[in-house]
């Protein structure tokens, strides 16, 4: 199974199209690894090959763009022979729940969108740091909010969403810098948020979207934030830990 694995990260490597959010390297890799071995763990009399195989059909296909599917699809069925393509994730309570507040407001249950809303849902069952990609009016801001509420009427926990666009400040007001006149500490909006979030007695689930262009000046600061790690550092050496009920996500419109 790990030489299959090998096999389909590298001929994704070399054949897919070259996207800048690809990822084929240790940390998806680790992801995989962590959820399958979960998943192996709640299935214990099923094929591990079969578990394998969903796994790493279900943590990739999010984030291929559309011409990369069918080929990633095709290395897959090659890889496992005599495998039948295991069945997609079925989760009818959220379903049910994500086209009654769908239709509620009037919008189209449409099933591509609807195929993202899971695929997303998905996705922060297994990751703490989450990128919705796709242009203005694409629906990713009514997917933020719809499946917040499917998820406090199926789960019957509260979640609350904070917003922020990082390019409408400067990144010392995002995370904090020293008063040039008085030499004393200003804390940044991003870094009050975060620590106010953060906090262990907090027991609700905080989404934090920084909702706008990412650029390599704000976002360096969040590296160890989206590695294991998960903690942030302050530029007056402050560390913040991640707690297990916060997520950081990031809509933008491309990368």
């Excluded at 591509?112 to 990128?131: F, H, N, S």
Aim: charged letters at 25%; one cysteine or more; glycine letters at 6%.
């Amino acid at each position: 199974l790990s030489k299959k694995f090998f096999v389909l990260y590298n001929t994704c490597k070399q054949q897919l199209s070259n996207q800048r959010h690809y990822d084929w390297g240790l940390r998806n890799i680790l992801s995989v690894l962590r959820t399958a071995g979960g998943v192996k763990r709640e299935n214990l009399d099923k094929n591990e090959a079969f578990l394998l195989y969903r796994t790493l059909r279900d943590m990739n296909l999010s984030k291929l763009v559309a011409q990369d599917v069918p080929l990633f699809l095709s290395v897959l069925t090659d890889l496992f022979p005599g495998i039948p393509p295991p069945p997609k994730g079925e989760y009818p309570e959220v379903e049910a729940a994500f086209r009654k507040y769908v239709e509620e407001d009037g919008f189209i249950y449409h099933p591509d969108w609807v195929a993202k809303a899971i695929q997303l849902y998905e996705t922060t069952r297994v990751r703490w740091g989450i990128m919705l990609v796709g242009p203005s009016g694409g629906g990713k801001s009514i997917i933020f909010d719809k499946l917040m509420l499917t998820l406090m009427e199926v789960t019957k926990q509260k979640y609350v969403m904070r917003r922020l666009n990082p390019k409408s400040i400067r990144p010392q007001e995002m995370y904090g810098e020293i008063e040039p006149s008085s030499g004393e500490w200003v804390t940044g909006v991003f870094a009050a948020m975060w620590s106010k979030f953060n906090n262990r007695n907090d027991k609700r689930n905080t989404w934090m979207v920084c909702d706008g262009p990412v650029d390599a000046i704000w976002i360096e600061d969040l590296n160890t934030v989206l590695d294991d790690n998960k903690m942030l550092t302050l530029p007056n050496s402050e560390r913040i830990k991640l707690s297990t009920r916060m997520s950081m996500i990031f809509e933008v419109e491309d990368l």
